[in-house]
């Protein structure tokens, strides 16, 4: 059975930081590709960074670009998602999601002064 179980987020002001982490169980997730996906309220879902499987080439959205980064674990079968400089427009649910069929539970993360 996959799970994917997520961990980190919360509140934080405008300029801070915060890390969530995804740990996946069923699957080794260096066989797969990776990605962060967000949904803010009242929206739809964004992609918002990738990391991919072979090469392990890494993408990122243009809206967090230089403010997020993608990592992961091969050992502890983890992917992290480091955010830095968050903004108020962050602000929304984050899934972690293995391929394209499994999802974690999301993560809340509020960002607001």
């Known amino acids: 059975e996959v799970q994917l179980v997520q961990s980190g987020g919360g509140m934080v002001q405008p300029g801070g930081s915060l890390r969530l982490s995804c740990a996946v169980s069923?699957?080794?997730?260096?066989?797969?590709?990776m990605n962060w996906v967000r949904q803010a309220p009242g929206k739809g879902p964004e992609w918002v960074s990738r990391?991919?499987?072979?090469?392990?080439?890494?993408f990122y959205a243009d809206s967090v670009k230089g403010r997020f980064t993608i990592s992961r674990d091969n050992a502890k079968n983890t992917l992290d998602l480091q955010m830095n400089n968050l903004k108020p427009e962050d602000t929304a649910l984050y899934y972690c999601?293995?391929?394209?069929?499994?999802w974690g539970q999301g993560t809340q993360v509020f960002v607001s002064s």
């Open positions: 999601v293995l391929g394209i069929d499994f």
């Open positions: 990391f991919n499987t072979g090469a392990g080439g890494i």
């Open positions: 069923g699957f080794t997730i260096s066989a797969f590709d």
